[in-house]
């Protein structure tokens, strides 16, 4: 099981933030129903707003590059934009002018986090191959690609609705590059403080069980709801996605 110490890295100021985040942001149990992760695995994660995400930074003891819209990784007034309308206003459902003055003090502080940590923009066009690229490099200096892939236009749902398939491609790639990557599924249960991840699968093997893109997502979607609806001790004595039907 991952240690649940905070990972000391980067520069002082920055291992300064991240202590007192910790107040914000406690340790999770790290839960691994087969094999720990190892690295050069990609992670996909339900998000629950910033909760996951600065679970893992703070408290996973692994080599994370995680995934992030670019708008969030493009500069102090791009990240406020995003945060105002996007992340608070569409998202949180916040109202629009209580988010516009929140972030007047959130963006410049999250600005300065985002220098610390490792944040892979993302895009939705044709410059997601720069996306692609920059994993593939980190996979090669064997840090893990952790990937948000639910769709959080209706906000972040406890039961996830869709999976955008932008981590099949990534895959593909590094298939086709000569990188089999194992997939980890996860879920983080915020009420209960725990963070659940499956056995590693390798992408190869998930194509021989689903066969193609669409029924690979749908199963790996299925799996991670099931993650977060059942208690851990029936999710021990079951199969993993390896064993999931597709629906």
Known sequence: MAKGKIVKRGKWWFRFIKHLTTCRYKKPEFIFLGEEFQNGTVVLSNHEGTDSPMSLELYMDKPLSMWGAHEMNSGLIEMYKYQTRVYYHEKKHWNLHLARLFCLLASPLTNLFYKGISIISTYKDNRFFRTVKESFSAIEQGRNIVIFPEDSNK?????????????YVFAEYCYKKGIDVPICVSYFKKEELQYVFDQPIKFSELMKKYG????????????????????IEELTSNKTVDDVVTA
Do not use: H, Q
Request: charged fraction near 35%.
């Open 212 to 231: 193609d893109k669409d029924s690979m997502i749908k199963g790996l979607l299925a799996r991670c709801n099931e993650l977060g609806n059942k208690p």
């Open 155 to 167: 906000g972040y749902l406890k039961e996830l609705e869709d999976f955008f398939g932008g981590f």
